[in-house]
């Protein structure tokens, strides 16, 4: 994928896949109820957006656009800025994770 500046934060980064909601919740609703889990699962699919891996604004702009050319200027250079960010994957994991257990 091609890396985007954020036009909240400046992050220059790959645009990472942000999904609202909570799995824990999801999770508990399927367990609870088939049907709610059903229409919690369609709702967070749907509101899947490729957003900012540092603060999940769907800010983005591409670095090649004048507005990112703009932005990225303040962050050089870029190659400390896109320091390895962990598999996005495991980031979501990480995150549902960590919700499921702040939630009493
Ligand atoms: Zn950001």
Redesign the pocket.
């Known amino acids: 994928m091609i890396e985007k500046v ?1 036009r ?4 220059v980064a790959e645009p990472v896949t942000i999904t609202k909601g909570s799995l824990g919740t999801e999770i508990l609703l399927w367990l609870c109820l088939l049907l709610p889990g059903m229409f919690y699962t369609a709702w967070r699919h749907g509101s899947r957006y490729d957003g ?1 891996p ?4 769907a ?1 983005l702009v591409p670095l090649d656009s004048p507005i990112g050319r703009e932005l990225s200027k303040n962050h050089l250079p870029a190659s400390v800025q896109t320091a390895r960010a962990p598999r996005a994957g495991a980031v979501a994991f990480g995150r549902s994770l960590g919700r499921l257990f702040a939630k009493k």
Do not use: I, Q, R
């Open positions: 954020c909240d934060c400046g992050t900012c540092k603060c999940s604004s800010n």
